[in-house]
């Protein structure tokens, strides 16, 4: 027996059945190097997701791993009950490179986490309960999580808290009002007013959203769409949450964080992933104002928030980021990219849509670009098709035919050509079979 079918077999008997597999034949991998992986076998893997656009900086980047390993040989936990100068340090550096004035920091383990308290800050700080979230955006596993998430099938057992509302999202290529962008006056963003009339008291602590939806399949707003929004928000008393758990460190290419792409100030900015390159952190950033809305609400404390290993990887991979993958990298690389999937998109009927900036990319594939339906088996097939050719890339959509790609920040205009290349093989052979 193979050392894959062995790890395939006891995958099966130990480990819950709703575990999400890429693949006909899942791949198991074994260890990674820049912007490489290899599965148990050997095989090697140009890695365009990142796991999840949580490896920011290429996989065993040396500076993060040193990072970590020292931290590890002196303390690997102390809980934020003692004061740690990678704490106080990290949150200085967030301080420094988010957009305004957010300040202050409270450091958790996940996106889920850091949306979540978000979402108990703002009702803290305007002693108003409900929350507007957007159609089609994802928050995470947690009860909160998944009633802030705009997707039934990330919705396990039904679950809704009370209190949360969702609006039109800005999807300008599905329009759910079959308008058409820029005649439409972006009215999208206007709907969120209208949920606010009719589904809430009218009185709300918060409007949460992505500034590119990921899980979502990279849906990207039209210039206007946030300015509009944080307008309205705020005549109703809510604090705006920019959700960047996806899109933060400069991944958008330009900025720092993708919300800055819309020239607004959000009041609470969440973040994770790619925020300590595979490490387990998130953050919750917010101004020592709203922040102070906390003091005298009662206990609460995050065990492993704050952990400073995790700390201690997260100020290398914003060293690396600053030397290496800064903003105007990622817009470089990623205008390189952008261009070959546009001229993909002229010669493979089976892309509908391509969408994104800088390092967070998708591509929309439908059966036929006139009624759009989606392409799910294509998808599919373009999957197995990259794997076999070296490459890894993800997916997303309500209708799971949305390509995801998003490689490592330090990728160069090589790694962009290779998987272009790949990409065109793979499309090649795709539409042969349409």
């Known amino acids: 027996m193979t050392r894959t079918q062995t790890i395939l077999d006891k995958q099966q008997r130990y480990l819950w059945p709703n575990h999400i597999l ?13 912007m490489h992986v290899w599965d148990v076998e050997g095989n090697p893997y140009l890695d365009f997701f990142g796991g999840i656009l949580t490896t920011s900086v290429g996989h065993n980047r040396p500076e993060v791993t040193q990072a970590a390993q020292e ?11 003692y004061p740690h100068e990678h704490h106080v340090n990290l949150a200085e550096k967030l301080a420094e490179i988010t957009p305004g004035n957010l300040q202050v920091s409270y450091f958790t383990t ?4 850091a949306d979540e308290t978000a979402v108990v ?8 309960q409900e929350v507007i979230a957007l159609r089609h955006g994802y928050s995470g596993r947690s009860a909160m999580g998944m009633s802030l998430t705009g997707h039934a099938s990330w919705r396990i057992g039904g679950t809704q808290i009370i209190g949360i509302k969702h609006a039109l999202n800005p999807y300008c290529y599905r329009c759910p009002l079959k308008m058409s962008y820029p005649g439409c006056d ?36 039209p210039p206007e769409y946030f300015k509009i929004v944080t307008e309205i928000i705020r005549n109703y008393g809510g604090l705006f949450i920019a959700d960047e758990v996806q899109t933060g460190f400069g991944r958008t290419g330009d900025k720092w964080f993708g919300i800055e792409h819309w020239q607004v100030e959000p009041d609470i900015m969440t973040m994770a992933k790619g925020i300590a390159n595979g490490f387990p952190l998130g ?8 922040a102070e809305a906390m003091s005298g609400q009662g206990l609460t404390i995050s065990t492993f928030g704050g952990n400073p290993v995790s700390l201690a990887a997260s100020l290398a991979t914003i060293d690396v980021m600053k030397k290496e993958a800064d903003p105007a990298h990622v817009a470089k690389v990623g205008n390189r990219l952008r261009s070959g999937l546009e001229r993909l998109q002229e010669k493979y009927p089976v892309i509908g849509d391509v969408r994104g900036m800088g390092l967070i990319q998708g591509i929309e594939m439908v059966k036929d670009r006139e ?3 989606p392409a799910t088996e294509a998808i599919n097939q373009l999957f197995e098709e990259c794997k076999t050719l070296g490459l890894l890339i993800g997916k997303g959509g309500l209708h799971g035919n949305s390509v995801r790609i998003a490689p490592p920040l330090t990728a160069t205009e090589t790694d962009i050509d290779k998987a272009l290349e790949i990409f065109d093989i793979a499309f090649s052979r795709v539409q042969e079979g349409m």
């Open 110 to 113: 996940s996106g889920t986490d």
């Open 283 to 290: 953050n919750t950033i917010t101004t020592s104002e709203i």
């Open 22 to 34: 890429y693949y006909t034949d899942p791949l198991p991998l074994d260890h990674g190097e820049g």
């Open 371 to 373: 009624s759009k339906e």
């Open 121 to 128: 800050l703002a009702r803290a700080y305007t002693g108003y």
């Open 186 to 221: 972006v009215a999208c963003a206007q709907d969120v007013e209208d949920v606010i009339k009719t589904t809430t008291s009218g009185r709300i602590a918060a409007f949460l959203a992505e500034p590119i939806q990921g899980v979502g399949g990279f849906i990207t707003p």
């Open 71 to 81: 931290q590890t040989a002196k303390l690997i936990h102390s809980s934020t009950l």
